[in-house]
């Protein structure tokens, strides 16, 4: 057949592989944007980046190719450059390779924070596993597909090569398979989810996006035949743009699932994206060395067991638009950051899972929450989320077998209130996960069966009108523990009536305070005996009756009185006292009060969700230079540096707090005094260290108002060099619907009872960040970690010096 050799195809070549390159080059600029509005930078994205950066490899051989004739006729190019074009064909062979690579693991990175169940993360290990052996086995026959090498472009007698089709074909068959095993493994998944048909239709498709990766490869398979064609430079010309296409492709889908909040920054809020009937909520959050149960239906997803999986969360991805009305439940383990997530209630609402926190090798979910019931019709009942809570029943029964078993085998007693049973439960970390999955699901399961009306009336409005009855007239000292009483012997022993002990003593046993073993006849239980026998667990009651709940009660009157104060002089607590000061002063003014006080704080501060192990691993100290310093500012006796000490010993540490709390805290161990250092200072006064690496300050922030605060630190910024770092120990408040109910009331409790005391308050991951900008622009948000099974994040800010 004859040619025409004034054909020509190389602009078509250089306008698709150039306009895609740079159509992929803004998608990963709009990925990194998105993810930047959000704080934290994770794994999937840096495999993003390094995908592109190799995709330019391809692009620059590719306009290589058509410099040495590539989309024109063979005959017209020359000995040379036809061996060059081969040369080229090989190099770009390894950096396609390459490409697809990276993508591929990025997207499988990214789906293994999404789903981190034990199963899906396997298969996840798996495919990431072929991957790389698929990358390193094309690689290599690409470079020795001829003995000797060179023969694959000299193509000189006597030498021995693959043959092109065949090896062609033996590496893009398991690319497509590949590929459409990625595309196709969280479907299963998303199918799985008791949500209407439409919304399952919806999400597949967003996981879909990627597909045309997989045409891509079908079709680039294709046209590889013309490679051995006589008329190679011009038959290659439909496999360039193909071989340009996919990884471009590849690079665009990896990147397009992640830019919701780049979205949500510029579009109208009516234009985003909605979700229909929502009915539960997922708290993902990133978590390390944890263990995951998901169990969305028993007889259907038993397969799902513990999986391993920080930085945990599900990264502000469009798939966080999804709507379910039941989501994976029995999440147990513990977290290294922040995910957040939005969840709707039955309107349509947007759902938005965000992770702004760094995620390790583990991650895993938490036990959702359903927002929202049916009306109490019939139809309504059926609708209510019956599967739901057949989920949660399983959930219970699932986790409480897993307790069971681990108790009898390491043989603890049955769990009871006996007075033989331990006041605190100390258990593995694997089983406390458990155990907290347990008490998520029957907390849920216990509101949904209540219901709107009987949830309300349900809650115990006298509850601290019986814990002050036995505090003030000391009725769990009336009788010694291991012996038996009558309610008139009690009655006869605390001076109170025995109408109002029997009735007091009554409503405390169904909170399993006290036990009545026959008819008028009380013997302790493990939570009275510990009223007697424990200092700072009682004085703990007595702070939270004698104190926290006048404060309350007077919370209101006095946001009436001073509204919108930021004073804390000004607050229910200073009502309740009648004065116009602040809770620490009236405190200090009563010495028996002061050491209520501070026993109560230290019966607090011994619960393991703020033990401080989670600020020794999740801070940033492994990172700091040897020699480098950090302050503990407010650091009271220094507990929180001896624990890092401990742990980083080559680190200097300086507490400061005020001279009285300096002049009375106790010794530390001997070991530590070469760099553990106390001195006085009061921290709305001008900070005296310059140039630390690390101002740390552990529950300070709470307990003033954003005035106060900003104060604090404007008096910490002259201080700061271009190496510090401002690392904050203490509660980021959940974004709402993200974090099961039980979980989340303990903190928003905490947030009330600042406003109750102080005018102070907790704050969510957008409060710190205002709070810290207000105080002066050039802190650098760079992200926050939330422990799984701790009451507080680490949330991390560095400075920069824009003179600087």
């Not at 949660?392 to 006996?418: Q, R, W």
């Amino acid at each position: 057949m004859s040619v025409n050799l004034k054909d020509n195809q190389q602009s078509e070549i250089l306008q698709v592989t150039i306009a895609l390159s740079v159509v992929a080059d803004i998608a990963v600029v709009l990925r990194l944007v998105s993810r930047k509005l959000k704080g934290n930078y994770a794994l999937d994205d840096l495999l993003a980046v390094i995908g592109l950066v190799i995709s330019w490899g391809c692009l620059g051989l590719g306009i290589y190719m058509v410099k040495i004739g590539v989309g024109k006729h063979t005959q017209l190019a020359s000995p040379q450059d036809q061996q060059n074009f081969f040369k080229a064909l090989m190099a770009y062979e390894i950096v396609y390779f390459a490409t697809l690579a990276a993508t591929k693991l990025s997207i499988l990175t990214f789906y293994t924070r999404l789903f981190p169940t034990r199963p899906f993360r396997i298969a996840a290990r798996v495919m990431t596993a072929v991957v790389i052996a698929w990358f390193i086995a094309t690689t290599l026959v690409s470079i020795f597909s001829c003995n000797p090498v060179q023969a694959f472009w000299t193509h000189q007698p006597g030498s021995t090569c693959i043959v092109s089709e065949h090896f062609y074909i033996a590496n893009a068959i398991p690319n497509i398979v590949t590929d459409a095993i990625i595309l196709a493994l969280p479907i299963r998944m998303v199918w799985k989810l008791h949500t209407s048909k439409w919304e399952r239709v919806a999400l597949t498709f967003i996981f879909l996006l990627g597909s045309f990766v997989v045409v891509a490869s079908i079709i680039r398979l294709s046209q590889l035949h013309q490679v051995s064609s006589p008329d190679f430079m011009w038959g290659f010309n439909n496999t360039v743009i193909w071989s340009s296409v996919e990884p471009s492709v590849a690079v665009i889908s990896a990147c397009l699932p992640t830019m919701r909040p780049l979205a949500e920054f510029i579009l109208p809020r009516r234009w985003r994206t909605r979700s229909r009937g929502y009915k539960g909520s997922s708290q993902l959050r990133s978590y390390t060395h944890g263990t995951a149960d998901f169990v969305p239906k028993s007889s259907q997803l038993d397969e799902m067991d513990r999986g391993d999986t920080e930085n945990r969360r599900l990264n502000s991805c469009w798939v966080d638009t999804y709507s379910s009305n039941a989501v994976p439940l029995n999440t147990v383990g513990k977290s290294h950051f922040n995910s957040t997530a939005k969840g709707p209630s039955a309107d349509s609402q947007d759902i938005h899972v965000e992770t702004n926190i760094n995620v390790s090798a583990s991650s895993i979910r938490s036990l959702s929450k359903v927002h929202s019931l049916s009306h109490p019709t019939q139809k309504g009942l059926i609708s209510m989320s019956q599967q739901r809570i057949v989920q949660l029943a399983a959930t219970i029964s699932e986790n409480v077998s897993k307790i069971d078993s681990y108790l009898k085998a390491n043989g603890f007693a049955d769990i009871s209130f006996d007075i033989d049973t331990p006041f605190e439960s100390k258990y593995p970390e694997e089983i406390s996960a458990l155990r907290t999955a347990v008490l998520d699901a029957n907390t849920e399961l216990s509101d949904l069966l209540l219901g709107p009306k009987e949830i309300f009336v349900e809650y115990q409005y006298n509850y601290f009108v019986c814990m002050r009855a036995l505090y003030q007239y000391k009725i769990p000292n009336a009788f010694p523990v291991g012996q038996e009483a009558t309610f008139a012997e009690i009655a006869r022993k605390t001076n109170c009536g025995e109408v109002v002990v029997r009735r007091i003593l009554r409503y405390a046993i169904t909170n399993r305070i006290f036990k009545e073993v026959r008819k008028g006849v009380i013997v302790h239980t493990a939570t009275s005996k510990a009223l007697v026998e424990d200092e700072k667990f009682r004085d703990y009651v007595g702070m939270r009756c004698e104190e926290m709940w006048q404060a309350e009660l007077n919370t209101i009157p006095a946001m009436l009185k001073w509204p919108d104060s930021q004073d804390p002089a000004e607050t229910g607590f200073s009502l309740a006292n009648n004065s116009t000061e602040t809770m620490y002063r009236i405190m200090g003014q009563d010495p028996a009060r002061a050491q209520r006080f501070s026993n109560a704080m230290a019966f607090r501060l011994t619960g393991p969700s703020l033990q401080l192990r989670y600020l020794v691993e999740g801070g940033p100290w492994h990172s700091l230079p040897p020699g480098g310093t950090v302050v503990d500012v407010g650091g009271s006796h220094g507990f929180a540096m001896v624990a890092i000490a401990e742990k980083f010993p080559s680190l200097r540490f300086i507490v400061q707090d005020l001279p009285p709390t300096i002049a009375a805290r106790r010794p530390i161990p001997d070991k530590y005094h070469d760099y553990v250092s106390f001195m006085e200072h009061d921290f709305f006064t001008p900070q005296p260290i310059k140039n630390a690496n690390v101002y740390l300050f552990r529950w300070i922030f709470h307990n003033w108002a954003d005035i106060h605060c900003i104060r604090i630190l404007k008096n910490l910024v002259p201080a700061l060099g271009p190496n510090s770092k401002v690392v904050v120990s203490e509660i980021c408040l959940p974004e709402p619907n993200t974090m099961p109910a039980r979980q989340e009331r303990k903190l928003r409790a905490m947030d009330v009872a600042m406003m109750t005391l102080q005018n102070a308050q907790e704050r969510d991951k957008d409060e710190w960040i205002s709070l810290f900008k207000r105080a002066d622009e050039r802190f650098i948000f760079d992200g926050v970690t939330q422990p799984e099974g701790s009451d507080l994040a680490v949330i991390v800010f560095s400075w920069k010096d824009i003179a600087n």
